[in-house]
């Protein structure tokens, strides 16, 4: 039990920690260069998410369905969500110009359509876009413990036959992930 315990607390860490790290990493070398405007300012701030806390948070999110922001700095270009779906049809590709999306599944399974050419797109706001179908997508079922990557420009849809819990991280900025 422990050793599952163990994987289940690195499987929910690692991907924040992974994610985290670049735009703060881009924020405090930025801070340091003497030439960057943010010469003189100080270091971001660090927020800590405990195995338990995190625990708390999605056995909170499951009781209600839908989109819930467990950080969303201001100074960072990162947000992490909680999502938690019954079912959910197909609706269309979206993509996005500035935005890396890391989807980890937390419970349940669900299907991602990712990839492909874009078929008549429609721009909803600058750098969000919008299409009925995408050309050659490959169709993935993800399940508890997986991570689904997903960079810039990527076509991307998903639907669920059940339920569904996952953790989004998503990331703008000038570089892909």
């Known amino acids: 039990m422990a050793k599952n315990r163990t994987r289940r607390n690195f499987l929910q860490?690692?991907?924040?920690?992974a994610v985290a790290t670049i735009p703060?990493?881009?924020?405090?070398?930025?801070?340091?260069?003497?030439?960057?405007?943010?010469?003189?300012?100080?270091?971001g701030t660090f927020q800590l998410f405990t195995a338990d806390k995190l625990a708390d948070s999605v056995k909170?999110?499951?009781?209600?369905?839908?989109?819930?922001?467990?950080?969303?700095?201001q100074d960072l270009p990162l947000t992490i969500a909680i999502t938690s779906q019954e079912k959910k049809i197909v609706g269309e590709f979206e993509?996005?110009?500035?935005?890396?999306h890391v989807f980890l599944i937390l419970e349940?399974?669900?299907k991602f359509e990712v990839g492909g050419t874009p078929k008549n797109p429609r721009n909803t706001r600058p750098g969000?876009?919008?299409?009925?179908?995408?050309?050659?997508?490959?169709?993935?079922e993800v399940k508890k413990g997986d991570m689904l990557v997903v960079t810039r420009g990527t076509?991307?849809?998903?639907?669920?036959?059940?339920?569904?819990?996952?953790?989004?991280?998503?990331?703008s900025g000038a570089k892909k992930i």
Not at 13 to 17: I, S
Not at 60 to 73: D, I, R
Not at 95 to 100: C, I, L, S, T
């Open 60 to 73: 909170a999110f499951q009781t209600q369905l839908g989109e819930h922001y467990l950080y969303q700095p």
């Open 128 to 140: 969000e876009w919008l299409a009925q179908e995408s050309e050659g997508a490959t169709t993935l």
């Open 155 to 171: 076509p991307h849809r998903q639907s669920t036959e059940k339920n569904v819990t996952w953790m989004l991280i998503s990331a």
């Open 95 to 100: 993509y996005h110009e500035g935005r890396d």
């Open 108 to 110: 349940g399974a669900t």
């Open 24 to 43: 703060l990493a881009e924020k405090l070398f930025a801070a340091s260069s003497p030439t960057s405007e943010g010469a003189n300012a100080a270091p």
């Open 13 to 17: 860490a690692a991907p924040l920690a």
